[in-house]
Structures are given as C-alpha cells and as structure tokens.
C-alpha cells in the first residue's frame, strides 16, 4: 500500500486517530506492538493559528514514530491551510484532514463532521491543503450525513482536489458513534433486560402476594435528540415493555410502571456533558442551558426521582396504578419548542 510515495508495504496496520487516546505514549506502545503508521489524536486548526499551547503540544512527534500523520479539523479554509503550514513543520510524512467527528460541539460549528454537510466547501478546502503543502494529504469522513447521500461522489471530488488517500468511518454522521453493535447492546442492556430479570424477581414477588415493579425509561423515550437513535428506541420500547407486563403479570397481583426521569444532576449526567453531548462551554454552562429547558427553571435532584420510586413502590399509595409512565423531568416536555 502506497500513499504517494509513502511506501506501507503489504497490508499495513494503521492505527486510527482518536481524540484523548492517541498520544505520543499511546501510539509508542501499538508501535511497539507492530502498527506500520500512527496518527495524531486531531489538532484544532483554529487553536494552531492563535498559537494554543494545547493544540501546539500535539504536534510534537518522535522519530520513532515514524511514519506518522498529524490530523487537524477546521471549517474555515485560511485557518485549515496555515495549520496545515504549520502541522507540515512539525515533519511528520503525512496530513490528514477530519471530516468525520461527529462530536455535537465540533459537528454543530461546521466542522469535523459538519463538513459532510458542505461538501463543495470540503473539497475546496482539501484542494487548498493539498496546493499549500508539499507533504502527502490524506482525508477522513464519514458515509455521509446520511444515508441519502452516495460517498462515492465525494471520494472522486477528493480524488480530483489531489487527497493521496482518503480513509471512511463507515457510518454515517447521524449514526454518531453506534451502528448495529451498539444497538445490540443498548437494547440488550436498556430493554432485554429488564424483562429477563423481571422474571428472576418475579416468584418471590408472588411467594408475598404481589409487589410492584419500577422500569427505570426516560424522557428520551418519548421526546427524543440527535444522535441517541438506539437509546432513545430503548427507551420508548421500554414504555411498551411495562405495558406488556403490567398485563402479563395482573394476575400475580404484580403492578408494572415506568418512571421517565428528564435532566437529574448526577455523576453520569455531569460526565456526559463533559464529552460535548449537550450545547458548549463549561459543564456548568451546559447544565444552565438544560435547567432552562424545564418549566422548573432547574435539573432535577436524584432524591425527587427516588421520591416517586418510594410512591409507586408503595402498594398503598399507588394501588390503582399499573402500566402506566411517569415523566419526572421538571416539565421539559410540557412546553412546546416554539413557546
Ligand atoms: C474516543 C474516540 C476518539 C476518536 N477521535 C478521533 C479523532 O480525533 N479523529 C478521527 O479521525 N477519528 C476519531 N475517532 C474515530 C476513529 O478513528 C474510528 O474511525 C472510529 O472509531 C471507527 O472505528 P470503530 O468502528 O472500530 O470504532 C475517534 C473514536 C473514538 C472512539
């Protein structure tokens, strides 16, 4: 295999970029364990042209490295062709260009993925690299933004703009990270079992006369997001499941709902704001801007949604209650998007 006249040999082994994971450490060790050429994690062109100690760290390169290719992502063509100026002396053999992550605070200003969207602007920018630096240029996207769109009318459009290489995620941006893998195991987690443990629970529920069974939905499985298609399916299948089983299990004397918690301040949401999932700036920020989606004016706390958990658990207070959702989210969905 051959980039330009970057000789890999014969079925070479590259190991992929990755944000957070492909350091000059990381990429040492899979060298160690027999990768023919590494890649950078990607460098913010923006962040090299004013000069950002963070984005500039990433370009230092070690000789055993070699061959190696330092991959940078931006939407605006002046910036992508002096950062690739200046990702081109840091000498490594290779510059690839990110069209391809996904990631909402990246995706939603236009670049990494958001690129897919323009595509005359992707290619523009490429042939623009391509004519700026002497070093081979290599691009990386997705399928597409969607499935709507044909990858190989872009792949020749790059081909044309002169990439020596052009690497596809096969997936397309709307699929974000997931693909029929993760589906699987979303719905095996989310959904398959919560029913498969139900029928664990269910004979000492019956040895004491009855009980009641909590499934833990949320909102998302009745309003939904971008990016979170499989979770959101297991969600709502979720509500559909504590249906069935409210009936299935009627005469057992079992009671089957579901709580649909909204935002809760809790560890996980706090470490999911923190991968760009939801808007920009601080987590702080982040949470602010869901507080002001519920009618509350805040995220919930863990202990209000335990609170409703004790009331349908409870087979006094709850008693005539069965198959049915209860949205504990601060009354985020009660208000219309164009309110
Ligand atoms: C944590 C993480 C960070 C990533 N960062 C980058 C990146 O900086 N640049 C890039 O082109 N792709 C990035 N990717 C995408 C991977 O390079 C790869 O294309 C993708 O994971 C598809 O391979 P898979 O199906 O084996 O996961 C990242 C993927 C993960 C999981």
Redesign the pocket.
Known sequence: MKISTLDLGEKPLLL??????TDASFRCICKDYGADMVYT??VPSDGLIRDARKALSKLVIYDYERPIGI?IYGHIPESMVEAAKMAEEAKPEVIDL?F??PVNKIAKRGAGSGMMREPDKLVEITRRVVEAVKLPVTV?TRLGWDRSEDPCKIASALAEAGADMLVI???TVSQG?S?SADWDAILDVNLKSTYFMSHFGIPHLKARGGGSIINTSSVQGMASANLVSAYAASKGGLLALTRAMAIEFAPDEIRVNAILPGAVDTPMLRAGLSRGHVGDGTIIDRLENLARKTVNGRVGKPEEIARSIYFLADNQQSSFMTGQALVIDGGATARLSTE
């Open positions: 992929a970029p990755m944000e957070d994971v994690e990607f991959q990110n391809g992550c990386k995620h096969g997936r990270f693909g």
